[in-house]
Nanobody, 121 residues
Framework: QVQLVESGGGLVQPGGSLRLSCAAS????????IGWFRQVPGKERARVSC????????VYADSVKGRFTIARDNAKNTVYLQMNSLKPEDTAVYYC??????????????WGQGTQVTVSS
């Protein structure tokens, strides 16, 4: 059974950093595109970053460019989202998901439980 599990969230002050992890079981991550998404109550889930499988290309939402970094560790079958210079508006539940490619808007499978990130002083 394919499963992605998010972890690494928490409470951090503005300007701080967190590293989120997306650990996979039942599949090899280097063969799929992985997107990181976030959602706040009352708003639609939005993608913040994606790393492709084919050429390792990466995309970021404008709101996180220069602050977030996505990376893949094939040996650990994990995709990370390093988040620096965090702002209160980054507060959300963060999810990872498989995508057919980073240019797609759909995901494969269902959403996991996510990991809560709260940026507050």
């Amino acid at each position: 059974q394919v499963q992605l599990v998010e972890s690494g969230g928490g409470l951090v002050q503005p300007g701080g950093s967190l590293r989120l992890s997306c650990a996979a079981s039942g599949l090899t991550l280097d063969y799929v595109a992985i997107g990181w998404f976030r959602q706040v109550p009352g708003k639609e889930r939005a993608r913040v970053s994606c790393i492709s499988s084919s050429d390792g290309s990466i995309v970021y939402a404008d709101s996180v460019k220069g602050r977030f970094t996505i990376a893949r560790d094939n040996a650990k079958n994990t995709v990370y989202l390093q988040m620096n210079s965090l702002k209160p508006e980054d507060t959300a539940v963060y999810y990872c998901a498989r995508q057919p490619r980073c240019g797609a808007t759909i995901i494969f499978g269902s959403w996991g439980q996510g990991t809560q990130v709260t940026v507050s002083s």
